[in-house]
């Protein structure tokens, strides 16, 4: 878990990668699978956790899905509180 919390912004680990959000180091893992998608991102600071899950998955033609687009904005809103 040491090897994981130390992600760089761009290195990626076991399905993790690191990435640096709003002046903050953290390690993010999403998925989807039949329905399904989830989102999470643990500030590398190791003080928060931030998980969001759906049972919705549609994809736009050409686009990124708007569900995990919207499931990222509300997580970075609460990474800004």
Known sequence: MQRLRN???G???LGWEGSWLHGQG???HSGAD???MGLTVLPQDGRS???ALTNTL???PDSTSWVMDELNRGLLELLNR
Request: glycine share 6%.
């Open 26 to 28: 953290a390690i993010v």
């Open 49 to 51: 956790a931030y998980f």
């Open 11 to 13: 290195d990626y680990a």
């Open 58 to 60: 549609s994809v736009k």
């Open 7 to 9: 992600l760089r912004s």
């Open 34 to 36: 039949k329905g399904f």
